[in-house]
């Protein structure tokens, strides 16, 4: 168990520990069912002390082993609950190592004035510097700079961080690798993005969702039902002069009640955000991580996202009168110098298609033109020998200045490249047009089979992007999403999110921009990226610390991981209680009404015995379900029906065979240790 779930010995003390420190009332109380059994365990140790001292021990030695497996059955649902905080806490601890007494150099004036990172206030203005740690959070108002937030993501590489744009959230915490920033801190201390991650992973602030309300609520109204039942099988005893103890009507009772998913339902529910911080999303909360479970629609992004976001070079059109080869050659040695994806792009698809190899552009005293916003174009002089590459606009008006057009074939191929959903760059050399090099922003491997994964799951997948909608619709097809949405503003996407939500569907979206803000909001599930701005963090519920738009996909399984763990132990739980029907309720009456004997058909040797084996495995059941409660029941993108018919195979009948199993086995134990 502890191997597969990450646990080690000092964190299994420590949740040892937390079980006995949890038997305070004040905290027991809040998990009403097992409330009730540490009730029930107090009256039957009061009976046993009682017993001892009347010095009737036959009867105490019984009511001191119910007490015994009454305590036991309240720890290891302590135990269960500690473990899941305690994995949370280990994290929290990791975390807390970022948080050094740093100082920082805030701006007064003209001046930069140093000081402890602890005295930042929310508007402050700070100077950061190569080496030095970022004091906290905050948005970059001047700069550029290369950022080591690996304390935070776990992610060895470096980001840019700029001013302007999306890229402009930094974290407290994380290290200035090169340049400088200056920063607005946006959170004053104990209200940072790294307090809010110890806090959550410590479950300090966790509130029940209202599915878990909800869930407790039944299993309250269970345990009531069951308490009146109980109670009038004594008024129901003596009527039938039927000797019944006091220990024996609570071993009942706890036997009867949903202890076993009273037990593991907040273990379950702190392994469930456990889990996604594992995969470094931060839920705000644990009603978000329900909420992903129940998604209805996705909306992911196509830039990045769907796609690889760099244009990559796919095919070479020549012109007419040129040659394939020759345009690529061409298009290869305009590209030797351009580091951009897609020049690099263009140089490998050379090689590729034609054998082209590098050449060095020293000896051939090249000069490379590098791209500019007012030319719209790059390329390389070798002597007398100008190659340019650039929009289609761009290279007409350069051939135009020679005296030359350019030919209409090459203008018919970058429109039907434009209508594929790709971008055209003409290849030109002197006044001479070459040909056509077709750029696609290519759909990231596997993203079909991830989509079809969601709708066997009943998600709708939805792409937003600002391509105009023959692009999209390009692009769409081939990702095989099921809808999309082309030139997206922020007021369409929010007035998408609201037509779903009136149909009664759940929204997720995952966004980085001020843009998508309102969107973010109005999701039932919205993931910030960690990169993007604090507006956009600030609005949605999630954040990715790796800034991962995919991750989405993740996320939704954990939160169907999470309802589906909770439901089937909750059937598990409600189905074992027949095996205890059938151990307790015979031993009870059988003196009384022999023909009950018939229904002991596990064989169990005395009613003292079938009692106390009832009693022992609705403890031990407890604890052997812990680590499916952490690890979660695995899932997988199947029909809810069919979910529905393995959830109701495995763990109900489940639920009613191993219990029989189980007493029975500690029966034969206690028969041999004589402790019947």
Not at 22 to 48: E, H
Not at 82 to 97: C, F, I, P, V, Y
Request: glycine share 8%.
């Amino acid at each position: 168990m502890t191997d597969s779930l990450n646990l080690n010995k000092e964190m299994l003390f420590t949740a040892v520990k937390q079980a006995f420190v949890k038997l305070d009332p004040r905290v027991q109380v809040k998990n009403p069912v097992m409330f009730i059994v540490m009730v029930g365990a107090v009256i039957t140790t009061v009976f046993f002390i009682r017993e001892l001292v009347s010095g009737a021990m036959q009867e105490g030695w019984f009511e001191l082993q119910i007490a015994l497996w009454l305590w036991f059955t309240v720890l290891f649902a302590n135990f269960a609950e500690a473990l899941a905080e305690g994995r949370g806490k280990a994290q929290a601890q990791a975390l807390r190592k970022t948080r050094t007494n740093t100082f920082a150099k805030k701006i007064i004036g003209n001046d930069r004035e140093k000081v402890l990172a602890s005295s930042l206030r929310k508007g402050d203005i700070v100077f950061v510097e190569p080496g030095d740690i970022i004091p906290s959070d905050g948005e970059i108002i001047e700069g550029a700079a290369s950022v080591d937030e690996s304390a935070i993501t776990g992610e060895s590489a470096p980001v840019i961080r700029e001013a302007g744009g999306d890229k402009t959230s930094v974290t407290g915490g994380t290290k200035l690798l090169s340049d400088w920033l200056k920063i607005r801190i946006t959170a004053n201390q104990g209200e940072t993005f790294l307090d809010h991650m110890i806090s959550l992973v410590e479950g300090a602030k966790r509130q029940k969702t209202p599915n878990e309300i909800a869930l407790t609520i039944l299993l309250v109204g269970l345990t009531i039902i069951f308490l009146v039942a109980v109670a009038t099988i004594e008024p129901f005893a003596i009527y039938s002069s039927t000797e019944i103890s006091v220990a024996v009507l609570i071993a009942l009772l706890v036997c009867l009640i949903p202890t076993t998913i009273g037990g593991l339902l907040s273990a379950i529910g702190i392994a469930g955000m456990d889990r996604l911080l594992r995969h470094n999303v931060l839920a705000m909360s644990g009603r978000a991580v329900e909420a992903a479970g129940d998604i209805d629609a996705l909306l992911l992004d196509k830039t990045g996202t769907i796609t690889l976001g760099n244009r990559m070079a796919v095919k070479f059109i020549p012109a007419p009168d040129v040659s394939t080869e020759e345009l690529a050659d061409a298009a290869q040695i305009s590209s030797l110098s351009d580091e951009t994806p897609e020049g690099r792009s263009i140089v490998v698809l050379a090689k590729q298609l034609y054998n082209i190899r590098q050449r060095n552009m020293e000896e051939l005293q090249a000069r490379f033109i590098p791209f500019s916003a007012q030319t719209r174009m790059s390329g390389v002089d070798i002597g007398d020998t100008e190659i340019r590459k650039g929009a289609m606009d761009a290279v007409r008006s350069y051939i135009e200045n020679q005296g030359a057009t350019l030919p209409d074939q090459v203008q018919t191929d970058c429109e039907q490249i434009a209508q594929d959903g790709g971008t055209p760059l003409v290849v030109a050399e002197k006044n001479r047009v070459l040909g056509t090099i077709y750029l696609k922003d290519v759909v990231k491997g596997g993203i079909k089979e991830r989509f079809n994964e969601l709708r066997r799951m009943g998600i709708k997948t939805v792409m937003i992007t600002g391509d105009n909608p023959l692009t999209a619709a390009t692009i769409a097809a081939e990702a095989g999403v099921d809808d999309f949405l082309a030139e997206a503003t922020p007021e369409t996407k929010l007035n998408l999110i609201r037509d779903y939500q009136d149909k009664g569907m759940l929204v997720a979206m995952t966004g980085d921009g001020t843009n998508d803000a309102p969107a973010l909001a109005q999701a039932d599930v919205g993931v910030a990226m960690n990169s993007g701005t604090q507006a956009a963090k600030e609005a949605g519920n999630m954040v990715d610390l790796d800034s991962n738009p995919t991750k989405l996909i993740e996320v939704v399984e954990i939160g169907k991981q999470l309802l589906m763990t909770r439901g089937s132990l909750t059937t598990f739980s409600i189905a074992n209680d027949v095996a205890k029907y059938f151990a307790i309720l015979p031993a009870i009456f059988v003196t009384a009404y022999p023909p009950l004997a018939i229904l002991n058909i596990m064989n169990l040797s005395t009613p003292k015995s079938a009692i106390l084996s009832a009693v022992i495995f609705n403890a031990l059941i407890i604890i052997a379900l812990i680590p499916l409660a952490l690890r979660g029941v695995k899932y997988k993108p199947l029909g809810a029906n069919i979910i529905l018919r393995k959830n109701l195979l495995i763990y109900g009948l489940g639920g009613i065979i191993i219990p029989f199993i189980g007493i029975k086995i500690i029966d034969m134990i206690l028969v041999l240790l004589r402790l019947n």
